[in-house]
């Protein structure tokens, strides 16, 4: 190896050293600031976040449906939904000669999609 590739692979491991060093302050940064905040007890629990936040909630997301099969369906937008109570479509059936329309209804778990459920409504 030539003295150029000794002096390239000197600073290349300079550089390294000094990305290291970068890293290693901010990690102590970060645990100096996580023993300041446990400290000073501003660290919340669980229920104290879920309080602040809001729980995850169960939601109408969207009624798929042919446009030939129904209108007017509503709800038309998402909904939460609360425990206890009962989900209710609502939507004209358009005489479109089949014997049952096909709706799929979505709903969500907080972010997430957490069922589909696929209907067939007898159009008669």
Known sequence: MNSEGNDLAIVGLFNLV???KKITGLLFICWQLAKFFLNFGLILSQDQILNA???P???FVVADFEDSDMEEVYPNEPVSLKEG???KLYGKIKNSGKETAKVAVSFR???KIYHIQELDIPTS
Do not use: A, M, R, T
């Open 85 to 87: 109570e009962i989900f």
């Open 18 to 20: 000094e990305e290291i």
């Open 57 to 59: 909630v169960l939601s």
């Open 109 to 111: 778990y907080g972010s």
């Open 53 to 55: 936040i809001g729980k």
